[in-house]
């Protein structure tokens, strides 16, 4: 089994004055040096991150050893190892010896490199060596994890030489996910402890990021983690958590998060989303008051959004674009005011199961999968085309993770687009417990260019929205929720 970039090569593909044929071998060609200052607060765990972010994509990678541990650098290389064992990274001391093109980072406020400063719950960039910065607050694990998410795509838009239309080269980047602003200040401290009642819709590409962030927070409680999907190969390379091995066992997607979530009592559901609703007036599975979506569809956010919650958080991605929508009940637009549906397109399992000559219905069968007998039939072509996928998830027909299928048939991803959407919906998470308010409930920006360009707004409710004119319905819907839970 080998390393699968098939997501992060569309990405890359769609950004890259390179054409997509040769993009991979030359990114396998390209080079990281990364520079740790252990002196600095939370610099270890921020490079840590950095490192297995850049290894679940192709590359050589450095890590300079001098000022560092014989201890942390075996946890280093263990993590990046069991991610791609055919690409280990390489240890060396005060003379790198790299190619003179490696791009070369550091995690801490001074050195001759692209250095990312952890912050608070923000971090700064700086490519500027004459440029310094002082640090407004402590670094928290948040903070850590979005400088690392910074690094990782400063280095990609080098190594994937992006088009100067795609992107910014910062020679100073500063942003608070948690304050939406460039001023760290403006923060609060994370609390010493929190207690939470969750449920995580989507364990993919920013759920498993979520699940990382929250795995580290002061956090105790109960946390019920769905997603119908099992981990593959192709998701090594996206996703924030699972290896190699996970991929070769196919661990349930929601498992992997169960075992990040040690100081959670996790649930875990395996059924489709939209068939959650159900399963909670049953009392199968438990409601809870804050629903976190990590999922990649319009159909799927509407989905959630009808468990109506006291307080949602959306994370989204889409290319290289991350952003969030934030719902408290009664106040905030709802996830289907943001994505309202269009009735005169075709679904997208109906789109799809047409060009592939395939019933739609299957598309929406829960663990249906495809076999010898969906072929039958089939043009000889469209039949030859299929057959190394059968007994493979419809599903993962449908979400893009048969990387064999033409690129158009699936979205492009990459750990680092990921990471950044998980660092908005955690740092929105922690400012409504602290009851901090940003008076904004939408924010979207793309990665390539930079949050400090992000549109950041206060949206309001559509008028005929079903969160306005059916509120009486919703209210009685969220009582038999409530009291099936607490049965």
């Known amino acids: 089994m080998i390393a699968d970039h098939s997501r992060s090569m569309k990405l890359a593909g769609d950004a890259s004055a390179l054409g997509l044929s040769a993009l991979e071998q030359h990114l396998d060609k390209r080079h990281v040096v990364l520079s740790i200052d252990p002196e600095y607060p939370a610099a270890l765990f921020s490079g840590k991150i950095l490192m297995t972010t850049l290894r679940r994509g192709p590359g050589a ?13 075996e946890e280093v290389e263990a993590a990046c190892h069991a991610i791609d064992p055919d690409r ?6 005060s003379q790198p010896g790299e190619a003179a093109d490696a791009v070369r980072l550091h995690v801490g406020p001074s050195a001759r490199a692209i250095r990312v400063v952890p912050d608070g719950y923000g971090a700064h960039l700086l490519s500027d060596p004459t440029v310094t910065v002082t640090p407004s607050q402590t670094p928290n694990v948040v903070g850590a994890t979005f400088a690392a998410a910074l690094a990782a795509t400063e280095a990609f838009k080098y190594n994937a030489e992006v088009r100067e239309e795609r992107r910014i ?4 980047l500063s942003f608070c996910p948690f304050a939406l602003s460039s001023d760290m200040s403006l923060s609060v401290p994370l609390p010493s402890s929190m207690v939470l009642d969750a449920t995580l819709v989507g364990a993919g590409a920013i759920g498993t990021a979520i699940v990382l962030l929250i795995g580290l927070l002061p956090a105790t409680g109960q946390m019920t983690v769905v997603d119908r999907q099992a981990f593959a190969i192709e998701n090594v390379s996206t996703y924030s958590l ?3 091995e996970d991929a070769q066992r196919g661990v349930w997607k929601v498992d992997l998060a169960a075992q990040v979530l040690t100081h959670f009592d996790v649930r875990t559901v395996t059924d489709p989303v939209e068939e959650l609703p159900t399963l909670i007036e049953t009392g199968a599975v438990p409601w809870s008051p804050l629903v976190l979506s990590a999922l990649d569809s319009p159909d799927g956010r509407r989905a959630a959004q009808r468990l109506w919650p006291d307080h949602l958080i959306d994370a989204q991605t889409g290319d290289s674009m991350v952003g969030f929508c934030e719902y408290h009940h009664g106040v905030d637009p709802c996830l289907i005011c943001n994505f309202p549906v269009d009735v005169t397109a075709p679904s997208g399992a109906s789109a799809l199961a047409e060009r592939l000559g395939l019933p739609p219905e299957l598309f929406g069968a829960p663990g ?22 059968v007994g493979r998830p419809m599903c993962a027909l449908m979400d893009g993770s048969v990387s064999d299928l033409d690129a158009t048939d699936f979205q492009p991803s990459a750990p680092f687009v990921a990471l950044q959407a998980a660092c908005l919906s955690v740092a929105r998470l922690v400012a409504s417990f602290t009851k901090y308010d940003s008076h904004y409930n939408f924010a979207q920006y793309d990665t390539l260019i930079g949050p400090d360009r992000a549109t950041i707004e206060s949206m309001r409710p559509i008028r005929n929205c079903i969160c306005q004119n059916r509120k009486a319905t ?4 969220r009582r038999v929720f409530r009291d099936r839970s607490r049965s």
Do not use: K, N
């Open 368 to 389: 249906a999968v495809l076999s010898e007998a969906h072929l039958e039939g089939m043009a000889d072509d469209a039949r030859e085309r299929l057959r190394p996928f």
């Open 61 to 73: 990678l450095t890590l300079m050893s001098e000022t560092l541990s014989s201890s942390y650098i």
């Open 242 to 244: 699972g290896t190699r």
């Open 474 to 477: 919703i209210e009685q819907v």
């Open 169 to 172: 080269i910062h020679q100073r």
């Open 88 to 93: 280990p990274i390489t240890v060396r001391g």
